[in-house]
């Protein structure tokens, strides 16, 4: 569904995506892990077609991706990202986002979409007519992702989706990601720095260090600690020390 | 037995809305010796408020009731401004989460250590300088020369908070208050700044809080965890107990994270019980 070859992003005099290629089949997962300036996130904006300064060949279900896209390419491809607080416009309703990507690609049946999506997020239909402040961090980002899904996309790239989260509410996302990707068959693109929110929800994981992906490896993998690349092996390390009591 | 640094009995600081008065922090006691002491819950669980209580750095509209509400045996709730000026910054400092906003902007690193040393210790401009110098050798900056030149823009989240924590051992302080310093950080400069803190905390005989929403975290740096949720304490254990926490509230704060070592396929959801509001 996915494909990246080569790609490279500069900022000035800044490489900040060296080389980079990876492909995502259709229903599956990729999170891409790192710290803060490994490029993951620039990534994710790269192929979102928020930053059009970058080289390589990016593919989308086999067709190529030119730096303009279509707006065919944004009724398949969503974003959902980390701070529902920033993402969502402070003065619209949530029936408002709601339903602005139906108007932009002039899809009808407004309201039983509205509706049927609040479901679908299980929001109580009652936040409707409510605005982003009157809303919990938790309900902001199933709004976010309800907006997201309003176009009936095929792919998701989740930019740190539940890092501004409490954990219990991460765990409801999480569960509600998990849940959507097996009943509407969407592909994601996750990153994200934490390795065990990542391995939850994608089976193939990228590591990023300075630009560079080091190393993919499966979930799997990572758990039993079948590793290659010395980065990936601290940031294993740090993730489950904490774990054992 | 240490001495006790800090004494709380009975706290609750409540809010006036339109609707009537909202209690953020209900009936919370608690002591603290020379030790590492975690606060740990959510969003609005009390954590943060009950914490900067010590330092009676509220909103100006709380409204704050305690029977006992004590640091180092000055009763805090009835000090004047200026008593409590002595213990702001000199006996217990605060440590903020994101040292881009907790810094001034426009002075270097360099001289808001050499001010806040200046501050409480009286000294000559000179000397204010080597013990900037050797604060932030102290925290661990392999270049405190070019990082006490440095504006805090131009310095990195581990940095900025390196740089923030060396200004509040500047006056000496009996106890450290660090609120989420490390949830702006990555996880490698997280454990750094964790490990600094605890080396600098035992060395030097201090009292630590840590408040954090991160209980794994917590419970390995701490020596004791208490959890809060809804503005009370539901759970106050050793932090080597933890997997023996009882209260489900804890228990589904640890239950609900993802892992690596034990995956599961669906995440236990937190169902909560009316009946922790009692």
């Not at chain 1, 720095?193 to 990572?222: F, K, R, T």
Request: proline residues 5%; charged residues 20%.
């Amino acid at each position: 569904m996915i494909e990246v070859e080569g790609l490279h992003v500069r900022f000035d005099d800044v490489h900040a995506v060296n080389n980079v290629s990876f492909a995502v089949p259709r229903g599956s997962g990729f999170g891409i892990v790192g710290e803060s300036g490994s490029g993951k996130s620039t990534v994710l904006r790269a192929f979102s077609g928020l930053n059009p300064d970058w080289t390589g060949t990016m593919r989308l279900d086999g067709a190529k991706l030119g730096r303009q896209r279509e707006k065919q390419f944004f009724r398949r491809v969503q974003m959902v990202f980390q701070d529902p607080y920033g993402s969502l416009h402070p003065r619209q309703t949530v029936d408002r986002a709601l339903s602005e990507p139906l108007l932009v690609h002039g899809i009808g049946d407004v309201e039983a979409r509205i509706l049927r999506a609040l479901a679908e997020v299980a929001l109580p239909p009652s936040v409707r007519f409510r605005y982003p402040h009157q809303l919990s961090g938790g309900q902001r980002q199933r709004v976010a992702i309800a907006r997201a899904l309003m176009a009936e996309p095929e792919v998701l790239l989740l930019d740190e989706p539940t890092s501004a989260l409490d954990v219990s509410v991460q765990a409801e996302v999480l569960n509600l990601l998990a849940d959507l990707q097996q009943r509407r068959g969407l592909t994601y693109l996750m990153v994200s720095h934490n390795l065990a929110v990542v391995a939850h929800l994608c089976p193939m994981i990228g590591v990023m260090l300075g630009g560079e992906m080091v190393e993919q490896l499966s979930a799997d993998d990572l758990r039993h600690n079948r590793i290659a690349h010395a980065h990936t092996a601290a940031l294993r390390a740090l993730s489950t020390e904490l774990e054992e009591p | 037995m240490s001495p006790v640094l800090v004494d709380i009995a009975n706290l609750s600081i409540a809010f006036p809305t339109q609707q009537g008065l909202s209690l953020a922090v209900r009936e919370v006691s608690l002591t603290l010796g020379v030790e590492k002491l975690g606060i740990v819950g959510e969003s609005g669980s009390g954590k943060s408020l009950t914490a900067r209580s010590i330092l009676r750095l509220l909103p100006s509209n709380a409204l704050v009731t305690a029977d006992r509400m004590e640091f180092a045996g000055i009763d805090v709730l009835r000090a004047r401004e200026a008593e409590l000026r002595a213990i702001r910054g000199r006996r217990a400092g605060l440590i903020l989460q994101d040292p881009k906003y907790a810094l001034n902007p426009v002075m270097t690193a360099g001289e808001q250590i050499s001010e806040a040393w200046r501050a409480h210790r009286k000294g000559t401009r000179r000397q204010a300088r080597a013990a900037a110098l050797d604060l932030l050798a102290q925290v661990q900056i392999r270049d405190p020369e070019r990082v006490a030149r440095s504006y805090p823009h131009e310095l990195s989240g581990g940095m900025g908070q390196r740089v923030m924590i060396a200004m509040m051992l500047a006056p000496d302080p009996e106890l450290l208050i660090a609120d989420e310093p490390t949830s702006a950080l990555d996880a490698t400069v997280q454990a750094e700044i964790l490990r600094l803190l605890e080396a600098l905390v035992s060395r030097r005989g201090m009292g630590l809080i840590l408040i954090s929403h991160d209980l794994p975290l917590v419970a390995h740096f701490c020596d004791r965890v208490v959890v809060m949720y809804a503005g009370r304490i539901v759970e106050e254990l050793g932090a080597a107990d933890l997997s023996h926490a009882r209260h489900p509230y804890t228990r589904g704060l640890i239950d609900c994270l993802p892992t690596l070592t034990h995956p599961k396929s669906r995440l236990p959801v937190m169902v909560r019980d009316p009946a922790w509001l009692a």
